[in-house]
């Protein structure tokens, strides 16, 4: 099992950047792949970002592309979403998640989840 950690949500305004962080800990050579995802009040959790074990491979969701940038740190098991020119929309509880294999977009295919940090965005 691989357990997550999310951390650095909190509020911001509009154009402003935030940093988010989640530590990873357990079996961790089962989340070869890490990657955010995001849920607004009454809607459905979508895909953010996701980026490979060596990092050479990350992809981003159009609403964000440009504006946020996911990294990784393999020696301390962390990955991060950068989060630049905030906008309203941008407000969501934001998850952290990890699975095995090939980076994909799809919420049911990854088996490990953090509990979510909390990002609002005003005007």
């Known amino acids: 099992q691989v357990q997550l950690v999310e951390s650095g949500g909190g509020l911001a305004q509009a154009g402003d950047s935030l940093r988010l962080s989640c530590s990873a800990s357990g079996r961790t050579f089962s989340a070869s792949v890490m990657g955010w995802f995001r849920q607004a009040p009454g809607k459905e959790r979508e895909f953010v970002a996701s980026i490979s074990w060596s990092g050479g491979s990350t992809d981003y969701a159009d609403s964000v592309n440009g504006r946020f940038i996911i990294s990784r740190d393999n020696a301390k098991n962390t990955i991060y979403l950068q989060m630049n020119s905030l906008k309203l929309e941008d407000t969501a509880i934001y998850y952290c998640?990890?699975?095995?294999?090939?980076?994909?977009?799809?919420?049911?295919?990854?088996?490990?989840w953090g509990q979510g940090t909390q990002v609002t965005v005003s005007s």
């Open positions: 998640a990890a699975k095995p294999g090939w980076p994909i977009r799809r919420v049911n295919e990854y088996p490990y």
